[in-house]
């Protein structure tokens, strides 16, 4: 595995790697997963997807200062790079960017990439300029290593619309591809968060995912206004106070609008603070699922 600290490095390598694949069966291209480190099986899931699909593919470890909030965790983000590291290489990926933040950003940034419309709704009204943060680093990667294809976790449901939006707006030359949540054996999501939750605050994180389970259940029964289940939803955490619920919604999946009914895929998405760690989670429901014969 090549490790690149620069950006001229790292689209050599890039280069290089893509005119000396020897992967002939899979699709050409490079594959890019972008990543915050402090991996976790959920990370690696995508390495895997990226690679069933791509000769090359590449990954990034970068904590990026501009989607975190003056109070929010950047200095205490987990940093664990020799193990990331390690893990990718594991993994048979190509290509890891690592760049220092003055690489990324040398100057005071003063240009913005910002999806209006969605970028203040769900987390990104709970965070205010938290999604400007991510759109414009990953605008950057998408311009520094040009990938084929980039692979994101369906568990950040709200950033895959928003960067499904700007690819689209944009015309950038890439196949955004959404990946399925991995989760603990107890149904807990995976999240580089969880290493913040002591023993009792693990347990209680579960009722995110005992919310959704909820709904799922109120609408497999039949219910499909939205309303009844978020109510029926939200009586998980009444039972749960010491859970700061942030907010659960049922939505379109691509616009993120709300919705009063379920008669098409949606999705319902849930953030809430487990002490001071927010974690967030979601699922999608359909009315036609497909049929398999």
Same mark, same amino acid.
């Given at each position: 595995?090549?490790?690149?600290?620069?950006?001229?490095?790292?689209?050599?390598?890039?280069?290089?790697?893509?005119?000396? %694949?020897?992967?002939? %069966?899979?699709?050409?291209? @490079? *594959?890019?997963?972008?990543?915050?480190?402090? @991996?976790?099986? *959920?990370?690696?899931?995508?390495?895997?997807?990226?690679?069933?699909?791509?000769?090359?593919?590449?990954?990034?470890? !970068?904590?990026?200062?501009?989607? !975190?909030?003056?109070?929010?965790?950047?200095?205490?983000?987990?940093?664990?790079?020799?193990?990331?590291?390690?893990?990718?290489?594991? +993994?048979?990926?190509?290509?890891l960017f690592a760049p220092a933040i003055d690489e990324i950003y040398?100057?005071?940034?003063?240009?913005?990439?910002?999806?209006?419309?969605?970028?203040?709704?769900?987390? #990104?009204?709970?965070?205010? #300029?938290?999604?400007?943060?991510?759109?414009?680093?990953?605008?950057?990667? !998408?311009?520094?290593?040009?990938?084929?294809?980039?692979?994101? #976790?369906?568990?950040?449901?709200?950033?895959?619309?928003?960067?499904?939006?700007?690819?689209?707006?944009?015309?950038?030359?890439?196949?955004?591809?959404?990946?399925?949540?991995?989760?603990?054996?107890?149904?807990?999501?995976?999240?580089?968060?969880?290493?913040?939750?002591?023993?009792? +605050?693990?347990?209680?994180?579960?009722?995110?995912?005992?919310?959704?389970?909820?709904?799922?259940?109120?609408?497999?029964?039949?219910?499909?206004?939205?309303?009844?289940?978020?109510?029926?939803?939200?009586?998980?955490?009444?039972?749960?106070?010491?859970?700061?619920?942030?907010?659960? +919604?049922?939505?379109?999946?691509?616009?993120?609008?709300?919705?009063?009914?379920?008669?098409?895929?949606?999705?319902?998405?849930?953030?809430?603070?487990?002490?001071?760690?927010? @974690?967030?989670?979601?699922?999608?429901?359909?009315?036609?699922?497909?049929?398999?014969?």
């Amino acid at each position: 595995m090549i490790v690149c600290t620069t950006i001229p490095d790292v689209r050599a390598a890039c280069h290089n790697a893509r005119a000396s %694949s020897t992967r002939p %069966s899979l699709a050409p291209g @490079l *594959g890019l997963v972008p990543t915050m480190g402090a @991996l976790h099986e *959920g990370h690696l899931s995508l390495v895997r997807a990226a690679k069933n699909r791509r000769r090359v593919v590449a990954a990034s470890i !970068f904590v990026n200062p501009t989607q !975190f909030g003056p109070t929010e965790d950047f200095s205490k983000y987990p940093r664990q790079f020799d193990r990331d590291r390690r893990l990718l290489e594991n +993994e048979g990926v190509d290509i890891l960017f690592a760049p220092a933040i003055d690489e990324i950003y040398p100057d005071p940034a003063v240009t913005w990439v910002v999806v209006e419309g969605l970028s203040d709704k769900l987390d #990104g009204r709970s965070r205010p #300029g938290h999604f400007r943060g991510v759109t414009t680093i990953v605008a950057k990667l !998408f311009n520094i290593v040009e990938p084929d294809a980039a692979f994101f #976790g369906q568990k950040d449901a709200a950033q895959l619309a928003i960067i499904q939006r700007m690819v689209q707006d944009l015309n950038f030359p890439v196949e955004i591809v959404a990946c399925p949540i991995v989760r603990e054996p107890d149904g807990l999501a995976m999240s580089s968060r969880n290493a913040y939750l002591n023993p009792e +605050e693990r347990n209680r994180a579960l009722v995110l995912q005992l919310s959704l389970q909820q709904a799922r259940q109120q609408f497999e029964n039949g219910e499909t206004i939205a309303a009844k289940l978020i109510s029926a939803a939200k009586e998980a955490f009444a039972a749960e106070p010491q859970v700061a619920l942030d907010y659960f +919604e049922i939505v379109h999946p691509g616009t993120l609008d709300p919705v009063k009914q379920i008669t098409e895929k949606t999705l319902v998405a849930v953030a809430a603070h487990v002490g001071s760690t927010r @974690l967030i989670d979601n699922l999608v429901l359909d009315p036609h699922p497909a049929t398999t014969l």
